[in-house]
């Protein structure tokens, strides 16, 4: 007996096959990249929000020795005449948590957008050096 393959290239097909394990499933929480680095004694955590309104739907807030920002994308709607094959966007939302020294507070942080990105600068993040003494023993 023998078998005829057929393939027909189609792509449309080909592209929503690359997100199969996304379709079907609810939206995924909208979870924002973020990298941190060091910078002298600070460090800066820099996170992807192109889209966001971060005047009014992000927080940037020290609480419990830890730098939390959360906030929400809303979702971007689109009336297309054929529908929407994929959608990769993600929105609703977030949360990011960061630890940090005990040292640190609210005063050492400051926060600014540009162009989709949040830079979170937080300053003197190394431990204040302490110089020794010599304490005098009385006797």
Known sequence: ???????????????VRQFEGDLGRPTATFRPAA????????????????????????????????????GTRAEQTSTEENGVLVRETRSGAFR?????????TADSVEADYDRGLLKIRVR???KPKIEPRKIAVRH
Do not use: C, K, Q, Y
């Open 96 to 104: 990011r948590e960061f630890g940090l020294p005990e040292h640190v």
């Open 1 to 15: 007996m023998a078998i005829a393959v057929r393939s027909v290239w189609d792509p449309f097909a080909s592209l």
């Open 35 to 70: 990298d941190v680095v060091r910078d002298g004694a600070d460090v800066v955590v820099t996170l992807e929000l192109p889209g966001v309104d971060v005047e009014n739907d992000v927080d940037v807030e020290v609480h419990d020795g830890r730098l939390v920002i959360s």
């Open 124 to 126: 003197e993040v190394a």
